[in-house]
Structure formats: C-alpha cells, structure tokens
C-alpha cells in the first residue's frame, strides 16, 4: 500500500513540475514576444523618420543650391548644418544593420540614459531565428549588467557591449563593473519572473554550439560565440 502511495505521490509531483516548467515557458515566451512587439513599433518609428527625411533631402539640395546661386552663403550654411544635425540623429539610433538587434539597443539605450553605453558593432548577416535568438541573448546580458550597476557602489556606470562576425562565428561580449561574483545560474528565486537569467544564454549558446566564457576580476565580463 504505501508503494502505491508513493508511485502515486510521485506521479502528482511529476504532473506539477512538467506544469510548472510549462507555465514558465509561457511567461518567458510573453516577455520575448513583448520585448519583440517593443522593437518592431520602434523599428517603425525609425523607418518612418528615414522615409521622411529621404522624401525632404532633393528639395533640401535644391534650396541649398538655390542659396549658393543667389550667393547667400551665410543662410546657406546655416540651413546645411541644420540638415547635417537631422542627418545626426538618425545615425544615432543606428547601432548595426540588423533591425531588431538595433530596435532592442534603441530600447535599452533610450530607458537607461544614466547608463553610458560602449559598444562595438560590426556588420552580419544573420537568419532569422538567429537574430531572435540573438536578442534574447543580448536583452539578458544586458539586463544583467544593468541589475549589476544599481547594486554596487561605484561611480562608473557603463557597459560595454562588442559583437562582429569572425570565421562565421557570432562573437558577443558584455563587460560592466562588478558587484560580486556570481555563479553561471541565475541568483534570482524566480529566473522568469526577474529576468531571463544566465541560465537561457547558455541553453542558447549550446543551441548554437557555440561556447561561454565568464571572467570574474575586476569586471564582469561574459564572452560568447555562436556558430552561424
């Protein structure tokens, strides 16, 4: 009797966990479907303002070759360092020429401007699903280095973020200042709800076959690659 007590015991906690986990798939796909929402409206905002831009540049040269006829070279140059300033803005929010990967750095940029942002980005080409990927990854990193900067003392509040293409491999480094040493799992009691966690970019990393490194000195620093 108490054999079917426990095999029974045994199959409801099974039922629950098997629940759970897929409870906490949900949330996680909710968070990725809503940070991907974010950057396709901003992806679109920043479109929009290129069309407009691209639409209003002939005339702009129009009217600058106007002035410079007329011999009005004051007015002139001061209608092609308002153009220049435009010009400015939109190279701004151009971080590299994958449009959710730039949408998400726009996002993550824009909501934490006490934060300088470093950051070295190359040109790829990447599928789809590795760009979706990729955001996850670097949504996570990110955050993770964000939680990092509020908890500790320090004065310096930057990160760094580095990724380029190298012998069809996807490199991506983030390194910020360190709080205290941490473990690969993430220290939050609810990885879901608080964040996707370290935890994720090493299920994603080994999708990719890729390998992991985290260093622990001075900074913390994750180094990754994914093969392509």
């Keep these: ?36 929402n974010e950057q ?54 151009t971080y590299c020429n994958q449009q959710y990967i730039n949408a998400l750095l726009n996002l993550k940029i824009a909501n934490n401007p006490d934060i300088l942002f470093e950051y070295e980005i190359g040109f790829f080409e990447l599928t789809q699903e590795m760009e979706f990927d990729s ?5 996570n990193l990110l955050d993770n280095s ?14 760094k973020l580095t990724m380029k293409e190298m012998d069809s491999n996807l490199f991506i480094t983030v390194e910020n200042d360190m709080y205290k040493s941490k473990s690969l799992l993430t220290e939050k009691d609810n990885s879901v709800d608080h964040g996707m966690g370290l935890s994720i ?5 080994n999708k990719y076959q890729g390998i992991i490194d985290i260093n622990q000195s001075d900074k913390f620093k994750v180094s990754l690659f994914l093969k392509k």
């Excluded at 955001?135 to 949504?139: A, D, G, Q």
């Excluded at 970019?201 to 990393?205: E, F, S, T």
């Design 40 to 93: 396709h409206q901003l992806l679109m905002e920043n479109e929009k303002e290129i069309r407009k831009i691209k639409h209003d540049m002939l005339n702009n040269l129009s009217i600058a070759s106007a002035l410079s006829i007329e011999g009005k070279n004051k007015e002139m140059q001061e209608f092609l360092l308002k153009l220049i300033g435009d010009i400015e803005v939109i190279k701004s929010i």
């Design 1 to 36: 009797m108490s054999i079917v007590i426990g095999i029974t015991t045994f199959y409801v906690m099974y039922k629950q966990y098997i629940v759970e986990v897929e409870n906490d798939k949900l949330k996680l796909l909710g968070k990725i479907l809503d940070y991907s």
């Design 135 to 139: 955001c996850t990854i670097i949504s």
């Design 201 to 205: 970019v090493q299920k994603l990393v």
């Design 146 to 159: 964000l939680e990092e900067i509020r908890r500790s003392f320090t004065n310096r509040k930057e990160i």
